[in-house]
């Protein structure tokens, strides 16, 4: 719900969104989540509801990322959970894991660049030449170690950046000429790129917090990310598994030129920011990605649910850590 004066209302058991347009009836079954956008409005009645059917309420700035949420008490973490989480982020198998998420993404960056060549022969060179440059970064995470990841925390950082630079520049040679960015901004955007992946990555942060949260465990006790105070910063950690989901939807809306003036704007500062329109277009295509079936480690569901059995899978490891 990004539009302003939109109202999210409880009929009985079910939803009543409505609008300048009219009234809309949704059951419970068909909602697994509520964004409220700045403007919009919700009921303690509508948030009861979802409390009763386990249904998560995310409050989101105009950046897509949740500044609040609402949600179920059954999600509370058990003590064991806990416990073996902040044991876990102080051992040696922290270093296995996050070194194993770092090369994941990179892994996925490659496939994702594999796909873009279609096109000339000189392109197919670079993008194959760009490929072999994260391959060496993933090799030289794959060999680098140490006892706790503080002791690998910057260089890992460096060569993820680096590798994610490479991986950019490529991809943006995909894109068509108007729409290339010069390099990847975050907050603001300095372009309408860099603009659909910040609100794409804000939408995936707040649906890996919400995994985490119901798994029972704390997304403010981060493994790399450390040091952003009172942020999900285990989130940002976990999200590097899946930010490729968002990079593809988002590549796929600019290569088809659907994108258009109406759905962003630009502010006297020259920052990039999308309008009702432009969300509504990406977070629809986000949820419709999402949703789609795919196939990982021999295990056919929705991407969404591999997020949810990814975090019910991780709570269940950091158990074996509380008396560590």
């Given at each position: 719900m990004n539009t302003y004066g939109v109202s999210l209302n409880r009929d009985n058991e079910a939803f009543v969104i409505s609008s300048s347009e009219g009234r809309q009836r949704i059951p419970t079954d068909d909602i697994k989540s509520i964004q409220i956008g700045k403007g919009a409005r919700i009921t303690s009645d509508a948030v009861m509801l979802a409390v009763e059917n386990e249904i998560e309420v995310l409050f989101v700035d105009k950046r897509?990322?949740?500044?609040?949420?609402v949600w179920s008490p059954k999600y509370g973490s058990?003590?064991?959970i806990r416990k073996g989480q902040l044991n876990f982020s102080a051992s040696h198998d922290a270093v296995i894991w996050i070194k194993d998420v770092i090369c994941r993404k990179i892994e996925n960056q490659q496939a994702l660049m594999l796909m873009l060549i279609q096109r000339t022969e000189e392109f197919a060179e670079i993008v194959n030449k760009n490929i072999n440059r994260l391959e060496s970064f993933r090799t030289k995470i794959k060999e680098l170690d140490g006892e706790a990841v503080r002791d690998v925390a910057p260089t890992l950082r460096g060569w993820e950046g680096q590798a994610s630079k490479i991986y950019f520049?490529?991809?943006?040679?995909?894109l068509p000429e108007e729409l290339r960015f010069e390099e990847r901004t975050q907050h603001p955007a300095r372009d309408v790129a860099n603009a659909f992946l910040n609100y794409g990555y804000g939408l995936l942060y707040g649906k890996v917090e919400g995994a985490l949260i119901?798994?029972?465990i704390d997304p403010y006790i981060g493994i790399l990310h450390r040091d952003d105070y009172n942020?999900?910063?285990?989130a940002f950690d976990v999200i590097e598994l899946y930010r490729v989901w968002i990079d593809y939807v988002v590549y796929t809306l600019l290569a088809q030129n659907v994108i258009t003036e109406e759905m962003y704007s630009v502010r006297d500062d020259g920052s990039y920011w999308l309008e009702p329109l432009g969300r509504r277009v990406l977070i629809q295509?986000?949820?419709d990605y999402l949703e789609e079936k795919v196939?990982?480690?021999?295990?056919?569901?929705?991407r969404i649910n591999h997020i949810n059995l990814y975090a019910q899978d991780f709570a269940q490891k950091l158990?074996?850590?509380?008396?560590w």
């Amino acid at each position: 719900m990004n539009t302003y004066g939109v109202s999210l209302n409880r009929d009985n058991e079910a939803f009543v969104i409505s609008s300048s347009e009219g009234r809309q009836r949704i059951p419970t079954d068909d909602i697994k989540s509520i964004q409220i956008g700045k403007g919009a409005r919700i009921t303690s009645d509508a948030v009861m509801l979802a409390v009763e059917n386990e249904i998560e309420v995310l409050f989101v700035d105009k950046r897509g990322q949740p500044v609040a949420r609402v949600w179920s008490p059954k999600y509370g973490s058990i003590s064991t959970i806990r416990k073996g989480q902040l044991n876990f982020s102080a051992s040696h198998d922290a270093v296995i894991w996050i070194k194993d998420v770092i090369c994941r993404k990179i892994e996925n960056q490659q496939a994702l660049m594999l796909m873009l060549i279609q096109r000339t022969e000189e392109f197919a060179e670079i993008v194959n030449k760009n490929i072999n440059r994260l391959e060496s970064f993933r090799t030289k995470i794959k060999e680098l170690d140490g006892e706790a990841v503080r002791d690998v925390a910057p260089t890992l950082r460096g060569w993820e950046g680096q590798a994610s630079k490479i991986y950019f520049a490529t991809m943006n040679l995909a894109l068509p000429e108007e729409l290339r960015f010069e390099e990847r901004t975050q907050h603001p955007a300095r372009d309408v790129a860099n603009a659909f992946l910040n609100y794409g990555y804000g939408l995936l942060y707040g649906k890996v917090e919400g995994a985490l949260i119901r798994a029972g465990i704390d997304p403010y006790i981060g493994i790399l990310h450390r040091d952003d105070y009172n942020r999900p910063v285990l989130a940002f950690d976990v999200i590097e598994l899946y930010r490729v989901w968002i990079d593809y939807v988002v590549y796929t809306l600019l290569a088809q030129n659907v994108i258009t003036e109406e759905m962003y704007s630009v502010r006297d500062d020259g920052s990039y920011w999308l309008e009702p329109l432009g969300r509504r277009v990406l977070i629809q295509s986000v949820n419709d990605y999402l949703e789609e079936k795919v196939n990982i480690k021999g295990d056919s569901r929705a991407r969404i649910n591999h997020i949810n059995l990814y975090a019910q899978d991780f709570a269940q490891k950091l158990k074996r850590y509380e008396t560590w």
